[in-house]
């Protein structure tokens, strides 16, 4: 046999999109993430309609909506959800229907960007209804675990290369070395906390910040929380020790 | 009972091929029948390694495709009565390597009697090094003391606890030990290596022995013989304490202290 078909499942970014003015959409983007951008690294893209049911209207610009994702190193390859001119218009793009997509990952929401929106009670974040997602094994470079919708708690180290994500908050009770993503759907009261702050990445509800600055002695290597501090317009992470 | 040894790493040129090399010659030594397999389809090294190259007739994937049976394919070592070559194809690619194909040779393996299998595994985390691993009871992690290839290692300890046939079917857990290996506790003592302590506060997996880095690897290597064979050199005295420690026997570890130049040294600066 010359070919095999084989399952296979593969990790996309959600964009959701929460206004069809796509002019101000790329506007945001352009603010966040530049007009090209290394932060991306060939990313496949699924551009999530959900918030969008109402009307009947395609997206204008939507071609250069396409464009810009893909100078900033993403491929759209999939839609979920919206009216149904909005759905023609993505597929006749070449965008495959993904509505039984699940939110396995991180969602990359505009939600960081999106403080100038209107806040629309579809956008509002989910606080996290079920008890906590436990893992108690060490989470290694590569391996990457999400607490859809709930709390993470993790009692073993997770090094540098790992991933926690989760919608609420996340706690480690070890070294937290790699990278820690609270509020990944856009809940700003998410916190992250751990007994000892080595992480590569924080991130609460789309605001993160990296090691490249290096943490402040106070908190370095120490137990610490980390949450979001809205000043003015500005947002902020703010990392405090625990005594 | 035969017992599978992977030998992995995850970053290239960190020493897998010398450790497999000189581990499966030190079980032999011990008396153990022992074969030691190249994973790396496509870049053969092993069998330059173990100076065999000239008498590899038949390779692994000729007999994992049926092409020729285990007893032409087998190279018996010329200086250990119990210790047996697989070479890897030079001229095939690692897709020439199928699961099936892996554990019918494995189990062939076993069939014949042999104590140990040690699989050399290619770099990397493709299909070369899944295989390599995929079967494992028991496996060597080859670390140097440097930032990548700790986290490549970090990477392959967390393959090898959900890839794996043994995580796979929800068995117990792969044994895995730390093999520390191009360590020099002088350049450790001037921050220009990660300490052990470094990594294994990273890796957290017990240390079944830490080689120093020498010339001694090199030359072995460049006479096509195992380092372990190297008498009298602290190389082949590490590699002896590695077999020895995964025999179940302690040993202390040797060559991790730095030296202090002598008073001679320090006095006239040379």
């Known amino acids: ?243 | 009972m035969s017992k599978i040894v992977v030998v992995t790493s995850g970053k290239g040129g960190v020493g897998k091929t010398t450790t497999s090399a000189s581990f499966a010659t030190g079980l032999a030594l011990k008396g153990f029948k022992t074969v030691v397999i190249d994973f790396d389809v496509g870049l053969r090294n092993l069998d330059l390694i173990m100076g065999c190259e000239r008498r590899v007739v038949y390779d692994f994937i000729n007999v994992i495709h049926q092409e020729a049976n285990l007893n032409q394919a087998l190279i018996k070592d010329k200086k250990c009565d119990n210790l047996y070559v697989l070479a890897a194809s030079q001229t095939r690619d690692k897709d020439a390597l199928s699961q099936e194909g892996v554990e019918r040779v494995l189990n062939d393996l076993a069939a014949m009697g042999f104590d140990y299998i040690v699989c050399d595994s290619p770099a990397g985390i493709e299909i070369g090094a899944l295989m390599a691993m995929h079967y494992a009871d028991e496996a060597l992690v080859v670390t140097n003391p440097e930032v990548s290839s700790v986290r490549d290692s970090d990477r392959i300890l967390g393959m090898l606890s959900s890839k794996t046939r043994r995580a796979i079917e929800g068995r117990e857990a792969i044994k895995e030990h730390l093999l520390i290996t191009r360590y020099n506790p002088n350049r450790v003592q001037e921050g220009q290596m990660l300490s052990l302590q470094d990594i294994q506060d990273i890796l957290r997996i017990p240390l079944i022995g830490v080689i120093p880095e020498s010339e001694t690897v090199l030359q072995a290597s460049n006479q096509g013989l195992p380092a372990v064979h190297m008498q009298g050199t602290e190389v082949s005295e590490a590699y002896k304490d590695v077999i020895e420690r995964f025999l179940g026997q302690e040993r202390p570890l040797r060559f991790v202290e730095a030296q202090k130049p002598s008073l001679l040294k320090r006095l006239f600066g040379r």
């Open chain 1, 1 to 243: 046999m010359s070919f095999e078909l084989k399952s296979t499942q593969w990790p996309l970014l959600a964009l959701a999109l929460r206004s069809a003015d796509t002019q101000r959409l790329m506007q945001d983007w352009r603010q966040r993430y530049g007009g090209e951008s290394g932060f991306f690294d060939q990313d496949a893209l699924l551009l999530d309609f959900s918030a969008l049911s109402e009307g009947n209207e395609p997206l204008a610009d939507f071609s250069a909506l396409l464009a810009l994702l893909r100078a900033a190193h993403l491929h759209p390859v999939a839609y979920r959800g919206g009216a149904a001119a909005l759905r023609e218009q993505a597929a006749a793009a070449g965008l495959a229907r993904a509505d039984d997509a699940l939110d396995a990952v991180q969602a990359l929401t505009t939600s960081a960007a999106a403080p100038a929106l209107d806040p629309s009670p579809a956008a509002a974040p989910e606080r996290p209804a079920v008890g906590a997602l436990l893992i108690e094994r060490p989470l290694r470079s590569g391996q990457q675990v999400y607490a859809r919708g709930r709390d993470l708690i993790v009692t073993a180290m997770v090094n540098p290369g790992a991933e926690v994500v989760a919608d609420g908050h996340i706690h480690v009770y070890a070294p937290l070395r790699g990278k820690a993503i609270a509020g990944a759907r856009g809940d700003e009261t998410a916190c992250i906390f751990a007994t000892c702050l080595e992480a590569e990445l924080l991130s609460i509800a789309g605001t993160y910040r990296t090691s490249e600055v290096p943490l402040p002695p106070e908190v370095r290597s120490k137990a610490a929380r980390v949450r979001l501090q809205r000043h003015l317009d500005a947002e902020r992470l703010l990392i405090e020790a625990i005594a």
